[in-house]
């Protein structure tokens, strides 16, 4: 138990008063000479044990009464978030911030967002229990550790500023695994301020198990507080996000596809501000229903706009700011380019028709032979298409990697050599896919696509409800394919997949087994390799042109480069792990936008009893603080001593009633 | 009484006298001068004639001064003092009316004994004696009875002004000592009367008046087992007194002692018959 006012309970010394009055009184009794002692002796004997046991209990809740009395007075705070922390005065505090943009949700007053509510109390509890301990800060956005000095003001420090970035909980809790196993034999403990939000908090996921065994493995039990900012609902439930999911150029125009997140239980109005390139915005609403509402906005661009920009969509102020605008860049009018890089033949030029046909204009398909696979210009080529054996270079894969790491998407078409074993009897593969012998298909017999997924990928179905005619395709010879890690997006009716895929950081890899040759199937035909290889070629499309959409925290293209803040101007920051805006590269050249999460826009909490079960046998206490204006000072714990002063007064006050005379009167003394 | 001297107390005895007792029948052997002719004129049997014989009063006085007798709560007089009031004042009266008076007083130091004697000038050894008794310690009372009763041949009357704050069946054994020695025995139990009332308002510290004892009460707690207690002991005292046919008398210090003299004196007058 903690106390606000610790130097009264030096008053507790008065509690010993009730004890010295009575010993002072036992010899200030007037003394009376008394000759009938035989008749009070025995009295005396009778009621000696009653007598000395009501004596003691009166002087006890005397002294209670007195030392409750100076405890209230005292103000403990055990049942208060004070009370609750600190309780072993620990060498090292670890402070795990999260100050994702959830944690800037307003109270009811809009006064004081949870954020700041966390740093009000935390700097407390530090200058109440810190005092000697080392606190290390670990915030959510940078997850760099950070030692604070004793002089440290938590509220001035950018670390606990806003930030647009996603919390990481389990892997805070790592970071300071790792920076507690730098400093073994600290008696430490870990504080977590955050507000439980489930998609922050991950409790579903395995990393907790592994979490639960780097803590046994520590050298001393660290203990984890977490100061729950559960909130007020009241003001969460008016809040509305918005989110871009997808920007998409079509000449003069660009299509955005957003995300609104209603967070209340009606349907809303809101007015929308479109802006572009930082000009004069224009304003639409918006019927939102609750929950999420997608919208697909086209917007018009001035007719000299031919190269990549921004823009922005704003929503009205709401109890939470960060998530009231979302960023998206487009790109320029320069033609998307597909490196096809193929041995000469029919299926090579089927897929440079399908990547760019003619009537394409924004489309521009570059030929090359497998050999001429450096001429690829990785920067400005959306998607490359591999269609021969897979060479054992360590450059190509090397390359291959790169690109599609950076958001390049690659598609690659088995050989159409007979065997696709390489040299030396190694069956080579590329990103971890490779292909079997190819097959044919059995005399008077054809391989049929019979499942694909529709919902999303390249065969999803279209905007008009229809879908790509998998299941009418021609297929007479197949090279089944291994894709390490990938998934199958199509298969056969022998479940053998038709394609899979694979994401590889912000690229992925997209494997077919058959070729849009006449001697393997009409691929090209029933309008499935056309879209198929157009959607990849959109994916792509990020990355080149200038435009990229990226959510704030994840690492920006071309590591290494210096990326500098173009908008807003009134950022909370210029580091894109902190604060979403436009970036661009240090030549100008590629713009990004980084955007709030869309998963902190997601309500959902954990509660107390989730959190308690995140871990097995480490026990983790959780105070949850609700962001009110109720005072820090107003602990229950000072009543209950008000109240056990009365009821220890109340004992000793009927303990210390006389006993009721009466009854019948002695016979020998009624005459008297 | 038996004795040498004509006094004003009849004797118990039957014996020459001109006052006439009682009649009984006539066994061989008595003298027949005393046969009431008359008697047997009438109912043709014979009775003698039974006369009260007149015999001196020897009595003795017994008082207590143990501690407890020194008790007096606010202006009144202690016990003891108003022991000695009864003791000198019984005296007195005893020789004016040519009776033998002694005098025994039980002390921690032991028991003085003054013999009876009827001569005037004993009043003034009694008084002396009297005037020099404190109360002091803790005296047997018990203890002087017996050696009273031992000492004392011919029959007496024994006074015993005390509080009798001893042991029940040791008091009860003394007095059917005396009682067996044919002793008449007149007790005055002497209380103050805070000693029955037990009337405190606050906590007191009560030191033994015969001892070291000190103990500290709380009226409020204490009082009805004390009253109890007392209650019980003066039912025995009293219940004592009445085995040994003793003149019983509980005194409260309140009480004007002439009142009490009086009343002791009027009950013991002879009854008409």
Same mark, same amino acid.
């Given at each position: 138990?903690?106390?606000?006012?610790?130097?009264?309970?030096?008053?507790?010394?008065?509690?010993?008063?009730?004890?010295?009055?009575?010993?002072?009184?036992?010899?200030?009794?007037?003394?009376?000479?008394?000759?009938?002692?035989?008749?009070?002796?025995?009295?005396?004997?009778? @009621?000696?044990?009653?007598?000395?046991?009501?004596?003691?209990?009166?002087?006890?809740?005397?002294?209670?009464?007195?030392?409750?009395?100076?405890?209230?007075?005292?103000?403990?705070?055990?049942?208060?978030?004070?009370?609750?922390?600190?309780?072993?005065? *620990?060498?090292?505090? $670890?402070?795990?911030?999260?100050?994702?943009? +959830?944690?800037?949700?307003?109270?009811?007053?809009?006064?004081?967002?949870?954020?700041?509510?966390?740093?009000?109390?935390?700097?407390?509890?530090?200058?109440?229990?810190?005092?000697?301990?080392?606190?290390?800060?670990?915030?959510?956005?940078?997850?760099?550790?950070?030692?604070?000095?004793?002089?440290?003001?938590?509220?001035?420090?950018?670390?606990?500023?806003?930030?647009?970035?996603?919390?990481?909980? *389990?892997?805070?809790?790592?970071?300071?695994?790792?920076?507690?196993?730098?400093?073994?034999?600290?008696?430490?403990?870990?504080?977590?301020?955050?507000?439980? !939000?489930?998609?922050?908090?991950?409790?579903?996921?395995?990393?907790?198990?592994?979490?639960? %065994?780097?803590?046994?493995?520590?050298?001393?039990?660290?203990? $984890?507080?977490?100061?729950?900012?559960?909130?007020?609902?009241?003001?969460?439930?008016?809040?509305?996000?918005?989110?871009?999911?997808?920007?998409?150029? !079509?000449?003069?125009?660009?299509?955005?596809?957003? !995300?609104?997140?209603?967070? +209340?239980? =009606?349907?809303?109005?809101?007015?929308?501000?479109?802006?572009?390139?930082?000009?004069?915005?224009?304003?639409?609403?918006?019927?939102?229903?609750?929950?999420?509402?997608?919208?697909?906005?086209?917007?018009?661009?001035?007719?000299?706009?031919?190269?990549?920009?921004?823009?922005?969509?704003?929503?009205?102020?709401?109890?939470?700011?960060?998530?009231?605008?979302?960023?998206?860049?487009? /790109?320029?009018?320069? *033609?998307?380019?597909?490196?096809?890089?193929?041995?000469?033949?029919?299926?090579?030029?089927?897929?440079?028709?399908?990547?760019?046909?003619?009537?394409?204009?924004?489309?521009?398909?570059?030929?090359?032979?497998? @050999?001429?696979?450096?001429?690829?210009?990785?920067?400005?080529?959306?998607?490359?298409?591999?269609?021969?054996?897979?060479?054992?270079?360590?450059?190509?894969?090397?390359?291959?990697?790169?690109?599609?790491?950076?958001?390049? =998407?690659?598609?690659?078409?088995?050989?159409?050599?007979?065997?696709?074993?390489?040299?030396?009897?190694?069956?080579?593969?590329?990103? /971890?896919?490779?292909?079997?012998?190819?097959?044919?298909? *059995?005399?008077?017999?054809?391989?049929?696509?019979?499942?694909?997924? %529709?919902? +999303?990928?390249?065969?999803?179905?279209?905007?008009?409800?229809?879908?790509?005619?998998?299941?009418?395709?021609?297929?007479?010879?197949?090279?089944?394919?291994?894709?390490?890690?990938?998934?199958?997006?199509?298969?056969?009716?022998?479940?053998?997949?038709?394609?899979?895929?694979?994401?590889?950081?912000?690229?992925?890899?997209?494997?077919?087994? @058959?070729?849009?040759?006449?001697?393997?199937?009409?691929?090209?035909?029933?309008?499935?390799?056309?879209?198929?290889?157009?959607?990849?070629?959109?994916?792509?499309?990020?990355?080149?042109?200038?435009?990229?959409?990226?959510?704030?925290?994840?690492?920006?293209?071309?590591?290494?480069?210096?990326? %500098?803040?173009?908008?807003?101007?009134?950022?909370? @920051?210029?580091? +894109?792990?902190?604060?979403?805006?436009?970036?661009?590269?240090?030549?100008?050249?590629?713009?990004?936008?980084?955007?709030?999460?869309?998963?902190?826009?997601?309500? !959902?909490?954990?509660?107390?009893?989730?959190?308690?079960?995140?871990?097995?046998?480490?026990?983790?206490?959780?105070?949850?603080? &609700?962001?009110? &204006?109720?005072?820090?000072?107003?602990?229950?714990?000072?009543?209950?001593?008000?109240?056990?002063?009365?009821?220890?007064?109340?004992?000793?006050?009927?303990?210390?009633?006389?006993?009721?005379?009466?009854?019948?009167?002695?016979?020998?003394?009624?005459?008297? | 009484?038996?004795?040498?001297?004509?006094?004003?107390?009849?004797?118990?005895?039957?014996?020459?006298?001109?006052?006439?007792?009682?009649?009984?029948?006539?066994?061989?052997?008595?003298?027949?001068?005393?046969?009431?002719?008359?008697?047997? #004129?009438?109912?043709?049997?014979?009775?003698?004639?039974?006369?009260?014989?007149?015999?001196?009063?020897?009595?003795?006085?017994?008082?207590?001064?143990?501690?407890?007798?020194?008790?007096?709560?606010?202006?009144?007089?202690?016990?003891?003092?108003?022991?000695?009031?009864?003791?000198?004042?019984?005296?007195?009266?005893?020789?004016?009316?040519?009776? #033998?008076?002694?005098?025994?007083?039980?002390?921690?130091?032991?028991?003085?004994?003054?013999?009876?004697?009827?001569?005037?000038?004993?009043?003034?050894?009694?008084?002396?004696?009297?005037?020099?008794?404190?109360?002091?310690?803790?005296?047997?009372?018990?203890?002087?009875?017996?050696?009273?009763?031992?000492?004392?041949?011919?029959?007496?009357?024994?006074?015993?002004?005390?509080?009798?704050?001893?042991?029940?069946?040791?008091?009860?054994?003394?007095?059917?000592?005396?009682?067996?020695?044919?002793?008449?025995?007149?007790?005055?139990?002497?209380?103050?009367?805070?000693?029955?009332?037990?009337?405190?308002?606050?906590?007191?510290?009560?030191?033994?008046?015969?001892?070291?004892?000190?103990?500290?009460?709380?009226?409020?707690?204490?009082?009805?087992?004390?009253?109890?207690?007392?209650?019980?002991?003066?039912?025995?005292?009293?219940?004592?007194?009445?085995?040994?046919?003793?003149?019983?008398?509980?005194?409260?210090?309140?009480?004007?002692?002439?009142?009490?003299?009086?009343?002791?004196?009027?009950?013991?007058?002879?009854?008409?018959?």
């Amino acid at each position: 138990m903690q106390f606000l006012n610790p130097l009264i309970l030096g008053a507790l010394l008065l509690a010993a008063i009730p004890v010295i009055i009575h010993l002072i009184n036992k010899r200030r009794h007037r003394t009376i000479k008394w000759g009938a002692m035989m008749f009070l002796l025995q009295a005396n004997r009778q @009621s000696k044990g009653r007598r000395r046991l009501r004596h003691i209990l009166i002087l006890t809740c005397r002294v209670l009464a007195l030392a409750a009395l100076i405890t209230a007075i005292a103000r403990p705070i055990a049942g208060g978030w004070l009370g609750w922390a600190g309780n072993n005065s *620990p060498e090292t505090i $670890i402070l795990l911030f999260d100050r994702s943009p +959830s944690m800037e949700i307003t109270d009811a007053l809009g006064e004081q967002s949870k954020r700041a509510n966390a740093i009000e109390r935390l700097s407390k509890a530090l200058r109440e229990f810190g005092g000697g301990a080392k606190v290390v800060l670990i915030d959510s956005a940078t997850r760099e550790p950070l030692s604070l000095s004793n002089s440290t003001k938590l509220e001035e420090l950018p670390q606990t500023g806003p930030s647009d970035a996603a919390a990481d909980i *389990p892997g805070l809790l790592t970071i300071a695994i790792d920076y507690l196993s730098a400093s073994p034999g600290e008696n430490a403990e870990i504080w977590i301020a955050s507000d439980l !939000q489930e998609s922050n908090w991950q409790p579903q996921s395995g990393v907790w198990q592994s979490l639960e %065994k780097s803590f046994e493995n520590l050298p001393t039990d660290i203990p $984890i507080r977490v100061l729950a900012l559960t909130g007020d609902s009241a003001s969460e439930t008016s809040n509305v996000g918005v989110n871009v999911q997808r920007v998409e150029r !079509q000449g003069g125009a660009i299509i955005v596809d957003l !995300q609104f997140n209603n967070q +209340s239980s =009606q349907e809303i109005t809101i007015p929308v501000t479109f802006n572009i390139d930082g000009g004069s915005g224009t304003q639409q609403s918006v019927r939102l229903s609750a929950g999420t509402t997608t919208i697909r906005k086209r917007i018009e661009l001035a007719d000299s706009n031919n190269s990549a920009g921004f823009g922005s969509a704003t929503l009205p102020a709401d109890p939470n700011s960060r998530d009231n605008l979302a960023w998206f860049t487009y /790109g320029n009018l320069a *033609p998307l380019v597909t490196a096809v890089v193929a041995e000469p033949g029919t299926a090579a030029d089927r897929l440079a028709i399908a990547a760019a046909p003619a009537a394409f204009n924004s489309r521009s398909a570059l030929k090359l032979t497998p @050999s001429e696979w450096q001429r690829i210009d990785w920067e400005n080529t959306s998607l490359v298409i591999w269609q021969d054996a897979i060479p054992q270079d360590d450059a190509f894969e090397s390359a291959m990697r790169s690109y599609v790491e950076r958001g390049g =998407q690659l598609a690659i078409f088995p050989p159409s050599k007979v065997s696709a074993v390489g040299e030396g009897g190694v069956r080579p593969s590329l990103l /971890g896919v490779f292909f079997a012998d190819n097959e044919p298909a *059995p005399l008077d017999g054809q391989f049929s696509v019979t499942d694909w997924n %529709k919902d +999303s990928g390249i065969f999803a179905n279209f905007d008009d409800g229809s879908s790509p005619a998998l299941n009418s395709l021609f297929v007479i010879r197949r090279a089944p394919v291994s894709m390490e890690g990938g998934i199958a997006i199509a298969l056969y009716s022998d479940d053998v997949p038709f394609a899979s895929t694979r994401r590889i950081k912000a690229g992925s890899v997209t494997a077919f087994t @058959s070729l849009p040759d006449d001697r393997w199937s009409d691929l090209l035909q029933h309008n499935v390799m056309f879209p198929a290889l157009q959607r990849m070629i959109m994916a792509g499309a990020n990355r080149v042109g200038g435009a990229r959409l990226l959510n704030v925290g994840e690492s920006l293209p071309s590591a290494g480069e210096d990326w %500098k803040l173009v908008a807003p101007a009134d950022a909370i @920051s210029n580091d +894109s792990l902190v604060s979403a805006g436009i970036y661009a590269d240090k030549d100008e050249k590629f713009l990004a936008a980084l955007n709030v999460p869309s998963e902190e826009a997601a309500s !959902q909490r954990i509660d107390v009893d989730q959190v308690n079960a995140l871990f097995e046998a480490k026990p983790i206490r959780v105070f949850e603080e &609700r962001v009110t &204006r109720e005072s820090n000072l107003a602990s229950p714990i000072w009543r209950f001593f008000a109240y056990a002063v009365l009821v220890f007064l109340f004992i000793e006050g009927l303990l210390s009633l006389p006993p009721k005379r009466g009854g019948e009167p002695d016979p020998e003394l009624a005459a008297f | 009484m038996l004795g040498t001297v004509s006094g004003r107390h009849k004797s118990p005895h039957c014996g020459s006298s001109i006052e006439f007792a009682e009649y009984r029948k006539y066994v061989p052997g008595d003298d027949t001068r005393r046969l009431d002719w008359r008697a047997y #004129a009438r109912s043709d049997r014979f009775y003698i004639k039974e006369f009260e014989a007149e015999t001196n009063l020897r009595a003795y006085i017994v008082i207590d001064s143990s501690g407890s007798m020194g008790f007096s709560a606010g202006d009144r007089m202690t016990k003891l003092d108003y022991a000695k009031r009864l003791a000198s004042s019984l005296a007195y009266l005893t020789l004016q009316g040519g009776d #033998a008076i002694g005098l025994s007083r039980c002390a921690e130091s032991g028991t003085v004994n003054l013999p009876a004697r009827r001569n005037p000038s004993h009043l003034e050894v009694i008084l002396d004696l009297l005037e020099d008794t404190q109360a002091e310690g803790s005296a047997s009372l018990p203890d002087t009875l017996h050696e009273l009763a031992e000492k004392v041949r011919q029959r007496a009357l024994i006074i015993i002004i005390s509080d009798f704050f001893y042991p029940p069946n040791e008091l009860r054994d003394a007095l059917l000592h005396l009682r067996f020695n044919k002793h008449d025995i007149a007790a005055f139990q002497l209380l103050d009367p805070q000693e029955i009332t037990f009337a405190f308002d606050r906590p007191q510290r009560f030191v033994d008046l015969e001892g070291s004892e000190v103990v500290i009460a709380d009226p409020n707690t204490i009082s009805e087992r004390y009253k109890s207690a007392l209650s019980t002991f003066l039912e025995a005292t009293r219940r004592n007194c009445m085995d040994s046919k003793s003149d019983y008398h509980r005194v409260l210090t309140d009480k004007p002692y002439d009142e009490v003299l009086a009343d002791f004196l009027t009950a013991r007058l002879p009854k008409k018959r």
